[in-house]
């Protein structure tokens, strides 16, 4: 009968054996390689950092070259008695511990006792212990000393998956070392070698799936080839591949922002339908969808899709976005999305928030930025970029519209999309020459301005009065001293209000004097009532209406 071979899983098949064999983490194995060659060995080594990255797996690299005979520039021979033992599990001098089992201070105190003997065979004796930060309190400050102080043919190396576990007193005598995830792309390149090596044909939108699902970690990758091999055979096919894994389709995404783009609002319910008949997660479909508009995002602004990770026919549909959306487009979908995506959580039918949530999107109008319509009204190029305003770019805002507010948004979501606040003061169209009952009528409008932006200054310009004006020089008599001092603190600042309110900058000049009572001259005046003490063909009357720009009452 014929002996049947065993299956390896592709894990433990593809482990790497030596530091160049290790992927996405050259910052730790080129750091490693040179300790050894320069004979800067420490020891005590922590590795931390996601699952499945490798650092077990440069843990015993390490190991078995520290022992190794025949190590050429930092590298393992394989070949030698010592890393042959190693590789048979034959080795007395690498001691592999779980922490998660053996995390008792009973287990620690006979590790403790057994650094004291010396290696068999090799140079080192090496101690792996995986998920250290299961250990307890106590097994951790059993080992304190001995790290601190260990015998020169031991070395430690701790790998953990949680480093805020693991105490600062133990951390704080190893080398510590930070694994990173796994790119993309590094691993669909991985992925595709061992495909090649294997016979299996996988197309490069199956290995994108894979690769999203494991989410950095190799090992979770490398478990899901085996898992669609088992359920395909040889050739794998990317949609078989979604099924089995119950993945949503990425064309979904597509297809509702082109909802938008065409105000097909029947697509909401379509699309909802689907993600229903299909078993899909709302909140995972909702977490594609932020990442789709993402994805946008970036195209938008970088006008380039290296910072997608996606199959490459879907990076190039990506760029076909490029004039269809603007920035602000798209930051206010992901505002309103981030929004629903908390709602969603608590919703007791999240098919209907989701329909709800996709029409709200669809009827979303495009927007148009404030220096886009002040570039309009002028006539002049006041925005560079490729979204300034054109017939048939998407922030162009028809003329006759421009006194609907900037971000337009179609009732029925107004109260759900989020728009800010726009506290900047659109200067007025004034004439070049102002005089005093010019400055007088906008003065209360000024101090407003002032008001929603600083408070406490806009008290002390309450108490202020404009007394004169010439030159664009405006003279204020103040009651307090402090109050002139305050003011010239904020000579700055009240260049640039006056500018966005008067229409050009007035000069502030300051005296201290009695409050005078041509502050309160905005207000009507009733004149008849004033004739008797006119003098010189009414002067007074004359003077309140043109210095201080009160109005006649008429009766």
């Known amino acids: 009968m014929t002996e049947q071979i065993k299956f390896v899983v592709t894990a433990r098949k593809w482990r790497p054996q030596t530091f160049k064999d290790v992927v996405g983490q050259e910052h730790i194995t080129t750091t490693l390689k040179n300790a050894i060659l320069n004979n800067r060995v420490a020891h005590s080594y922590l590795f931390a950092g996601p699952r499945g990255v490798g650092k077990t797996t440069t843990a015993r690299i390490l190991a078995k070259v520290l022992n190794c005979t025949n190590s050429k520039e930092g590298e393992p021979c394989n070949e030698c008695e010592m890393c042959l033992s190693f590789a048979n599990s034959q080795s007395l001098d690498i001691i592999e511990i779980d922490g998660a089992s053996n995390r008792r201070i009973e287990e620690i105190r006979t590790l403790r006792e057994s650094v004291k003997y010396a290696p068999t065979k090799g140079v080192y004796k090496v101690y792996i212990i995986d998920e250290v930060h299961m250990l307890t309190t106590e097994s951790f400050n059993a080992l304190l000393k001995t790290l601190e102080e260990p015998p020169e043919h031991t070395v430690f190396i701790f790998a953990t998956t949680d480093i805020h576990k693991v105490p600062l007193t133990i951390i704080s005598r190893c080398q510590r070392f930070d694994f990173r995830r796994i790119e993309m792309g590094t691993m669909k390149k991985l992925l595709m070698e061992i495909a090649a090596s294997e016979g299996i044909s996988i197309d490069d939108t199956a290995l994108t799936l894979i690769a999203r699902k494991a989410d950095g970690a190799l090992r979770d990758a490398q478990s899901l080839f085996d898992q669609a091999i088992s359920f395909s055979g040889k050739n794998v096919d990317s949609a078989v591949l979604a099924k089995m894994l119950n993945l949503i389709d990425d064309e979904i995404y597509f297809k509702i922002s082109n909802s938008i783009l065409q105000k097909d609002f029947s697509a909401a319910f379509e699309i909802s339908q689907t993600i229903y008949e299909n078993g899909w997660n709302y909140i995972d479909f909702l977490n594609e969808l932020i990442e789709h508009f993402r994805n946008i995002l970036t195209v938008l602004i970088r006008k380039n899709n290296d910072l997608i990770e996606a199959a490459e026919v879907f990076k190039k549909k990506y760029l ?3 004039d269809q959306f603007s920035e602000g487009d798209i930051l206010r979908i992901l ?4 929004k629903i995506q908390w709602e969603l959580k608590s919703s007791s039918n999240q098919k209907l928030k989701i329909e709800i949530a996709l029409c709200h999107l669809i009827g979303l ?9 002040l570039g309009k009204i002028t006539g002049s190029d006041t925005h560079s970029s490729p979204s300034s305003l054109s017939d048939s770019s998407p922030g162009y805002v ?3 519209q421009i006194n609907k507010p900037i971000a337009n948004v179609r009732p029925a979501i107004k109260e759900e999309v989020i728009v800010p606040e726009i506290k900047s003061f659109v200067s007025p169209s004034l004439s070049p020459t102002m005089d005093f009952q010019d400055v007088i009528s906008k003065w209360n409008e000024f101090i407003e301005q002032v008001k929603s932006e600083k408070l406490f200054f806009s008290s002390v310009l309450l108490n202020a009065s404009p007394v004169e004006f ?6 204020l008599e103040v009651e ?10 904020n000579k700055a600042y009240l260049d640039k209000k006056t500018t966005e309110v008067f229409g050009k900058k007035l000069n502030i000049n300051v005296s201290k004097g009695k409050k005078s009572s041509k502050k309160k001259s ?6 008849e009532d004033k004739t008797s003490t006119q003098s010189g063909g009414g002067s007074f009357a004359d003077d309140i209406v043109n210095e201080l720009g009160g109005r006649e009452i008429k009766r």
Do not use: C, F
């Not at 505002?335 to 981030?338: F, I, R, S, T």
């Not at 010439?470 to 003279?475: C, K, R």
């Open 320 to 322: 076909d976005y490029r």
């Open 398 to 400: 028809p003329t006759k």
């Open 470 to 475: 010439s030159n664009d020089q405006l003279h």
């Open 480 to 489: 307090h001293p402090e109050d002139e001092d305050i003011i010239d603190e």
């Open 365 to 373: 109008e495009k927007s148009s930025t404030i220096t886009e319509v």
């Open 335 to 338: 505002a309103y999305l981030n």
């Open 522 to 527: 905005a207000e009507p005046v009733d004149l």
